[in-house]
């Protein structure tokens, strides 16, 4: 059993900066598939950034060149480096866990752990 808290969310202008935060509770996630997610009010969650075991990490192509995953597993902390943000990446951002993948890493139905998501809002 895992937990999943998410912070660093705001308000930012359009080229700039937020770094998200998600940190596991209840057991090490040294060995998870995790990533981040995101979601518009109306519009299905789409995945936007994971990392697995292997330090293997895949990025959305909307996302690419401007967002960068990592993780600290000394600290059991997911991070989302997000820079050059545009209006279009505002959204309520989540982060996911599983310990297993079937290798769709930015779908939806490959986590069973989520957090209760944190609010990133980009202002043009």
């Known amino acids: 059993q895992v937990e999943l808290v998410e912070s660093g969310g705001g308000s930012v202008q359009a080229g700039g900066s937020l770094r998200l935060s998600c940190a596991a509770f209840?057991?090490?996630?040294?060995?998870?598939?995790m990533a981040w997610f995101r979601q518009v009010p109306g519009k299905e969650r789409e995945g936007v950034a994971s990392f697995e075991p292997d330090g293997t990490t895949t990025n959305a192509n909307s996302v690419k060149g401007r967002f960068t995953i990592s993780k600290d597993n000394a600290k059991k902390i997911l991070y989302l480096q997000m820079n050059v943000m545009e209006p279009e990446d505002t959204a309520m951002y989540y982060c996911?866990?599983?310990?297993?993948?079937?290798?769709?890493?930015?779908?939806?139905?490959?986590?069973?752990?989520w957090g209760q998501g944190t609010q990133v809002t980009v202002s043009s």
């Open positions: 996911a866990a599983d310990e297993s993948s079937t290798g769709w890493v930015l779908g939806t139905s490959e986590y069973l752990y």
């Open positions: 209840g057991g090490s996630t040294r060995r998870y598939y």
